[in-house]
T-cell receptor, first 112, second 113 residues
């Protein structure tokens, strides 16, 4: 099993541009989570899906952030327009029930 | 609102000694707790878990203790090894936030020779 796969690993973009982060969860996992890690706030849950349906997006900071899960093997997190304060490492994680998450390696986003 | 708190941002310990990492939570509905370890440029990896029906869970060098009345858990690493140098996160879930883990800010552990 390749684990949770995220792409790209690094993204540098200019303020105002659209950014799309991608995630492929582990096959058979029914939960998918998007987290953001910053020095100040640690790991923050942005949104999570159960069986491709968004369950809780209360952690999404603003309307500039959106996430989709069109099928069980793919999810995207989009920021439009991006701002410098969005710079962080974004992690995707998947799980089967409450057995503990498996995290991807993260996408380091830098908005200049 | 930070419901899971790790108040020590860093911890330095000598190789062979015990590392004790602490975590406090505020939500009394939390009933399942995890510890994750994270190396630089990698995603967090699962370390050990405990549910509220137990007060201790042990896995090799790692032991997690849960004090429900104090809403406190701790991770003990004995003996500490250089490869344990990493950031450790505790996470909690339960009640109406089942399946949605809240993470602490992490504790950076440095194990010195």
């Amino acid at each position: 099993d390749a684990g949770v796969i995220q792409s790209p690993r690094h993204e540098v973009t200019e303020m105002g541009q659209e950014v799309t982060l991608r995630c492929k969860p582990i096959s058979g996992h029914d939960y998918l989570f998007w987290y953001r890690q910053t020095m100040m706030r640690g790991l923050e849950l942005l949104i999570y899906f159960n069986n491709n349906v968004p369950i809780d997006d209360s952690g999404m900071p603003e309307d500039r952030f959106s996430a989709k899960m069109p099928n069980a093997s793919f999810s995207t997190l989009k920021i439009q327009p991006s701002e410098p304060r969005d710079s962080a490492v974004y992690f995707c994680a998947s799980s089967q029930g409450q057995l503990g998450y498996t995290f991807g390696s993260g996408t380091r986003l830098t908005v200049v | 609102d930070q419901q899971v708190k790790q108040n020590s941002p860093s911890l330095s310990v000598q190789e062979g000694r015990i590392s004790i990492l602490n975590c406090d939570y505020t939500n009394s509905m939390f009933d399942y707790f995890l510890w994750y370890k994270k190396y630089p440029a990698e995603g967090p990896t699962f370390l050990i878990s405990i549910s509220s029906i137990k007060d201790k869970n042990e896995d090799g060098r790692f032991t997690v203790f849960l004090n429900k009345s104090a809403k406190h858990l701790s991770l003990h690493i004995v003996p500490s090894q250089p490869g344990d140098s990493a950031v450790y996160f505790c996470a909690a879930s339960g009640g109406d936030s089942w399946g949605k883990f809240q993470f602490g800010a992490g504790t950076q552990v440095v194990v010195t020779p």
